[in-house]
């Protein structure tokens, strides 16, 4: 079984749809992270948590809001999806507290807003 | 600040011959250098890593890089390369920051091989 897993694996939706992309591990690490990426832009950090009572922006959070309901479990939400939303959605893990670490990716959720 | 750069978004070769992926970065302090593959449909996985022990990086695959401070490098190659290398290589430093540590991704190579 997959260490990291992401549900759905593929979505679409209407401009304005609230939607949760849902990221649950089995390693045992207490980070986890929200990336989006899209074709020429590599991976850019929406969100991250260090634990579970640790919530932190990362780069492009606007329009973005996350739930860390365990330390196995990290949610993402879109709000209110808009088309410029459409990219593919990766949660990832690592540990190590206080350095550099490998982060652990999930398969990845494809999302189309119409 | 940091930051990365690959220097080509794709790079073509054909199978059995050498394989380099260019990645140079900017960085304030001592920073930790990953290199990680995307096959398609699939999440990124570890190719190798540099964390200041040897400047001379082995990873999975027959994949090695060598971290050059004075140019600021960490250039991906392969001796011999292999259909399955076909993917999406990223680039990734990993510096201190303000209240710990900020990861920051390339954009990415793509890496074809030719029969």
């Known amino acids: 079984d997959a260490d990291v897993t992401q549900t759905p694996r593929n979505r679409i939706t209407k401009t304005g749809k609230r939607i949760m992309l849902e990221c649950s591990q089995t390693k045992g690490h207490d980070r986890m992270y929200w990336y989006r990426q899209d074709p020429g832009l590599g991976l850019r950090l929406i969100y991250y948590s260090f634990d579970v009572k640790d919530i932190n922006k990362g780069e492009i959070s606007d329009g973005y809001s996350v739930s860390r309901q365990a330390q196995a479990k990290f949610s993402l939400s879109l709000e209110s999806a808009i088309p410029n939303q459409t990219a593919l959605y990766f949660c990832?893990?690592?540990?190590?507290?206080?350095?550099?670490?490998?982060?652990?990716f999930g398969p990845g959720t494809r999302l189309l807003v119409l | 600040a940091q930051s990365v750069t690959q220097l080509d978004s794709h790079v073509s070769v054909s199978e059995g011959t050498p394989v380099l992926l260019r990645c140079n970065y900017s960085s304030s302090y001592s920073p930790s250098l990953f290199w990680y593959v995307q096959h398609p449909n699939k999440g990124l996985q570890l190719l190798l890593k540099?964390?200041?022990?040897?400047?001379l990086v082995k990873g999975i695959n027959g994949f090695e890089a060598e971290f050059k401070k004075s140019e600021t490098s960490f250039h991906l190659t392969k001796p011999s390369a292999h259909m399955s290398d076909a993917a999406e290589y990223f680039c990734v430093v990993s510096d201190r920051d303000t209240g710990g540590f900020k990861t920051i991704f390339g954009a990415g190579t793509r890496l074809f091989v030719k029969a």
């Open positions: 540099y964390t200041s022990a040897a400047t």
């Open positions: 990832a893990t690592s540990d190590r507290a206080g350095g550099p670490e490998t982060q652990y």
